[in-house]
């Protein structure tokens, strides 16, 4: 079934659509051509006019074994990845190099200040906005400037 709607969720454009749903009713929507086609009550026409509708499709919800896709497509990174390097503008707006974090010490962590405390309805969207932020999610400077953008005083 479909899920949702998130209206402008990627680029804030609110003429941009995104809908998280199954991959029949995807299916089903490609082959209608149209995101009103409800594949439990309407009908389709064929090249020669006569009205039909889907099937419900028939078969098993996962795989008895696992997924296979006939072919080995992974490519393992190198043993040795100490050559490899990847370059970044340093004035890229999208994209930012980090550093890596501190190994941990194995100690959990203790005496943290709490960064956020809600009451009531709260979603990630109230913490970190998408829309156009999302250009920004490579670079963690840049989309740390939307935190909690979303929130209520």
Request: hydrophobic letters at 30%; a negative charge.
């Amino acid at each position: 079934t479909l899920f949702r709607s998130l209206t402008g969720r990627n680029d804030a454009n609110p003429e941009t659509h995104a809908f998280v749903t199954s991959p029949e009713i995807v299916t089903a929507l490609s082959i209608a051509g149209t995101l009103k086609f409800d594949p439990e009550k309407d009908y389709l026409t064929g090249a020669k006019g006569e009205k039909f509708k889907l099937e419900a499709p028939d078969a098993d919800e996962l795989p008895k074994e696992e997924f296979d896709p006939g072919q080995d497509t992974y490519q393992y990174p190198p043993s040795d990845g100490s050559s490899q390097r990847v370059e970044v503008s340093p004035t890229s707006q999208r994209l930012q190099l980090l550093n890596p974090f501190d190994k941990w010490n194995g100690k959990d962590l203790e005496d943290m200040l709490i960064l956020i405390k809600v009451k009531g309805k709260c979603t990630t969207d109230h913490i970190s906005a998408a829309g156009p932020w999302l250009k920004f999610r490579g670079h963690l400077d840049n989309i740390s400037n939307n935190l909690q953008i979303g929130r209520a005083h």
